[in-house]
């Protein structure tokens, strides 16, 4: 059974840090390319950044310089280091697993960004 599982949302104030983590379960991780979206009230989920199983990245525009993604294949665990939070961050942050047509999700984790 394929299980990933987000964690570290909470509330930040603007210009505050988090780091969110995705553990996976029951992939070969190692093999996966992994996603993070994020979905904010109203809005489509969009894509904030990729990373591949080769340690490539790619962001949105509107995190990049921002957010950082990162694996640790020995954990199955990848993470997305956020600075510089602006309030328009605030969303469901999600993890995704993508390995050909495979794709398994997270339940997301709520990341507020207000003071």
């Known amino acids: 059974q394929v299980q990933l599982v987000e964690s570290g949302g909470g509330l930040v104030q603007p210009g505050g840090s988090l780091r969110l983590s995705c553990a996976a379960s029951?992939?070969?991780?190692?093999?996966?390319?992994m996603d993070w979206y994020r979905q904010a009230p109203g809005n489509q989920r969009e894509l904030v950044g990729v990373?591949?199983?080769?340690?490539?990245?790619n962001y949105a525009d509107s995190v990049k310089g921002r957010f950082t993604i990162s694996r640790d294949n020995a954990k199955n665990t990848v993470y997305l280091q956020m600075n510089s939070l602006k309030p328009e961050d605030t969303a469901v942050y999600y993890c995704?697993?993508?390995?050909?047509?495979?794709?398994?999700w997270g339940q997301g984790t709520q990341v507020t960004v207000s003071s």
């Open positions: 995704a697993a993508k390995l050909f047509s495979y794709v398994y």
């Open positions: 029951g992939i070969v991780f190692s093999r996966y390319t």
């Open positions: 990373i591949t199983s080769v340690n490539s990245t």
